[in-house]
T-cell receptor, first 113, second 115 residues
Framework: GEQVEQRPPHLSVREGDSAIIICTYT??????FSWYKQEAGAGLQLLMS?????DRKEEQGLTVLLNKKDKRLSLNLTAAHPGDSAVYFC????????????FGTGTRLQVSP | NAGVIQTPRHKVTGKGQEATLWCEPI?????VFWYRQTIVQGLEFLTY????????DSGMPKERFSAQMPNQSHSTLKIQSTQPQDSAVYLC?????????????FGEGSKLTVL
C-alpha cells in the first residue's frame, strides 16, 4: 500500500522566517494532495489542496509544491508567525475511490516571537 | 454550515465499561471516516462509510470496536469493555466528493480516557 514519509517531525523557527515541511510518497494517484493543520485540542483543518496536475499553488502565505517525478509534496510557510504554531499533516490521495487517504506522521511547528 | 460535530468532547470511563462516541457529518457529505489519534501511534485510520454503507474497516480492532451509520446524519463508534490502551482522541471526518478530491473535514474529536 501507499507509504508516506514526512519530515521533519519537529521544526522551530522565529517569527518572519520560512518553514518547510516535506512529504515523500510511493504511489501516484490522480487526485488532490492536501495539507492539514491541527491546533492543540482541535481536529485537523484542511489548509490547502492541489490537484495532481498542478506543480505549485500559493495562497495566503502558504506555498505547496508537488513534484510528481520525485514523488515529493512540500508545504512552505513564508514569513511564519506564532499563530502558525501547530502540527501539520500531509495527505496523499487514495488510489481508488474506495481506498483511504494516507496521512503523513505530522510535523510539530513552533514559531517563536 | 456547522461543520462536523462530535460528542462527547471528553469521556472518562472505567476499565471494562462501554463507550459510545457520536459523529454528525456535514449535511450532504456522503463519506464518513473515523480515526484514532495518540501521541505514540499518531493518526490511525479505523473505518469509513460511503452513503451509509461500510466500505473499509481494516483499521478497526476486531474485538470490542464497532461502528455504525444508521442514517446519513450520524455515525457511532462503540467500544465495549474499554481498556486503558483505548485512551485516545477519536476523530470523525466527512467528505462530499471522496473519490475525486480526497478532502476531509474533521470534527474537534472525542477524547476518551480509560482509567
Amino acid at each position: 500500500g501507499e507509504q508516506v514519509e514526512q519530515r521533519p517531525p519537529h521544526l522551530s523557527v522565529r517569527e518572519g522566517d520560512s518553514a518547510i515541511i516535506i512529504c515523500t510518497y510511493t504511489d501516484s494517484a490522480t487526485a488532490y494532495f492536501s495539507w492539514y493543520k491541527q491546533e492543540a485540542g482541535a481536529g485537523l483543518q484542511l489548509l490547502m489542496s492541489v490537484l495532481s496536475n498542478v506543480d505549485r499553488k500559493e495562497e495566503q502565505g502558504l506555498t505547496v509544491l508537488l513534484n510528481k517525478k520525485d514523488k515529493r509534496l512540500s508545504l512552505n510557510l513564508t514569513a511564519a508567525h506564532p499563530g502558525d504554531s501547530a502540527v501539520y499533516f500531509c495527505a496523499v490521495p487514495p488510489s481508488s475511490n474506495t481506498d483511504k487517504v494516507v496521512f503523513g506522521t505530522g510535523t510539530r511547528l513552533q514559531v517563536s516571537p | 454550515n456547522a461543520g462536523v460535530i462530535q460528542t462527547p468532547r471528553h469521556k472518562v470511563t472505567g476499565k471494562g465499561q462501554e463507550a459510545t462516541l457520536w459523529c454528525e457529518p456535514i449535511s450532504g457529505h456522503s463519506a464518513v471516516f473515523w480515526y484514532r489519534q495518540t501521541i505514540v501511534q499518531g493518526l490511525e485510520f479505523l473505518t469509513y462509510f460511503r452513503n451509509q454503507a461500510p466500505i473499509d474497516d481494516s483499521g478497526m480492532p476486531k474485538e470490542r470496536f464497532s461502528a455504525q451509520m444508521p442514517n446519513q446524519s450520524h455515525s457511532t463508534l462503540k467500544i465495549q469493555s474499554t481498556q486503558p490502551q483505548d485512551s485516545a482522541v477519536y476523530l470523525c471526518a466527512s467528505s462530499s466528493d471522496w473519490g475525486n478530491t480526497g478532502q476531509l473535514y474533521f470534527g474537534e474529536g472525542s477524547k476518551l480516557t480509560v482509567l
